[in-house]
Structures are given as C-alpha cells and as structure tokens.
C-alpha cells in the first residue's frame, strides 16, 4: 500500500500547472478539513443546477466553494470530485472552466494541466482515497494525474472510467454489450490489466467499487416491490468467485447510490432518498466484506433543493 502526503502534493504548484492562484471560496478553517459531501442547488425549474457547489463539512458547516463551475458546456454539471478522505476537491473553475485542486477546507486554488481535458459529455472527474492521484476519464481513455511527481498515466481502457480502487493504484471501468453482458476491466498505471464479464447480479448492480487489492469488486443491489432490502455481494475479477449476498440495513427504496473501499480495506456505502423534497438525509454504512455485518456508522442531512450530491471518493 502507497504511503502518500496530500499537504506535500498542493504545495508544489510546479507539478500542477504553475504559480499558486488565490483561493475564491472560503478560507482556511479552524474547523475539522474534512468533508462528509458536496452538493450544488437546483434552479427554479427543477431541471438544471444554479450557484456554486457546497461542502458539508464534517462538523457541520456548510462551505461554499465560490469560483466552482455549476454547469459546463456539453454536460448537465460541472466536474466535481471529492477524494475518500473528504480533504481534498477538484472541480471546474467557473471563469475559464480549468480543472483545479484545492483542500476541502480552503486554501490556494491549483491548476491541472491544461493537457487533462475538461470538455464532453460523458468525462468524469475522480480523486484517490489520500487525494494524491486525479483520475480524468472518458470512454476508452483514463488519464492519472500523481499531484506529488506531475507524471500522467494515458490508459487505453474498455468501457468507461468509474473510479479509483481503495488505494488509488488501479482504475476500474465498466463496459456493456450489445448482448446485455457487462464486463468489468482494473488496469494499473502500468497498464496491467484483470478482466471479467460480470455474474447478472454484478451486471445490474446499483453501484460498484473495486477493492485495494485491485481485483475484488464490491456490487450493491437495488431493493425491490416485495420490500427485500438492498443486497452487497463480492466478485473476485481473478477467480471469478462470488460471494453469498448480504442484506443491508435499508429500505428497498434507498438503495446505495455510491459506495467506497477505504485503503485499508473497509467497505463504505452512502444511501439517501433522491425523492426527497426536503434536505435529503443520507446514511453511512460501514460493511465488513468478510461476515457482511453492517452497521451505520454516519447520518447528517444534505442541502434542502439539490440538483446533484457527490460523496468521498466518488
């Protein structure tokens, strides 16, 4: 497991695209550095995001990261990530729409490099666990950034970029067939790779993560009509084994909408009614892969009208 210092890699602007530039949200807080989320509101019609995103930060307080980017063109919402640890954020900059990298409690704001591009519909934006790595994907590429060496890993991938493993040294991405099959790829910054065509239950599967160990995937279910709660199973990409399922401690209505490894091999899974019209309250569940105990180890209350919510590591 890769030992990494996010302090060492914001304070190096050289690595990440030049001189240090002032920072147009909120300062540095004496408070907890941690954010739980970040969310951006929803305009009058419903339907398109307004104002820049906010933080939720660990102790409460809400942070407004003024100069990010709501929408962007060709894309319903601007990029935002937010790494697993809540300390770090990337997000499109409103006045020229450059990706930049910021701590989530405030700080200088730092430039990507102009060469991870921004643009198209179906890009995404990802942090590593310790927010050392930036995962900028697209169908068919995932372009690593290392924050502490400015080295940029090109991966030619199947399917679409989904996210980083729980230690941030392999990318997973998904890809479905015209034949209603779905394969799942984790390809190191090497360009090693593990395939496998994923089981039904993996293939629909709500959300998915994949594990440090770079080769076991984590598949949530939805629930369903005859009220069975949402379900966790494994599958092992080498083996192909998959694990016996685990009913999980909510309702068939809000099953998880993103879950996380952490690196040392926990299993994090956040929940939340999207229906709500009122602040959505979101459910943390801590998973053991091993006996399937789950237990919610968080609940907090995100912003009243949101458009789109992200979590750690998303």
Known sequence: MRQS???AALLAPAVIGGPALPAAAAPASTGPPQARAAWVSSCDDGTSPCGP???IMRDGRTITVGDTAARAKGRATGLFALSGDGRTIAYQRARDHRLVVRAAAGGPVRRLPTSLPAGGEDTTLHLSA????????RRGHADVLTLATGRIARLTVKGDPAGFSGDGDEVLTTRGLSD????????ALDGRTVKASAPQFVANAYTVALSPD??????FSYGNQDRRP?????????TGRLSDGVDLPLTSR????????TPDG???AYAYDSDSTKSPVVRVLTVDPSSGQARRTDTYKAGAGHHTIVFPGE
């Open 5 to 7: 210092s996010v302090a």
């Open 266 to 268: 926990r299993l994090l």
């Open 214 to 219: 770079g080769h076991t995937v984590a598949a």
């Open 230 to 238: 949402p379900r966790l199973r494994t599958y092992d990409l080498e």
């Open 53 to 55: 995103w906010r933080l």
């Open 180 to 187: 209603g099959t779905k394969w799942l790829y984790a390809y």
């Open 130 to 137: 310790a927010g050392d790595r930036v995962l900028v994907g």
């Open 254 to 261: 809000t099953p998880p909408s993103h879950a996380r490894w």
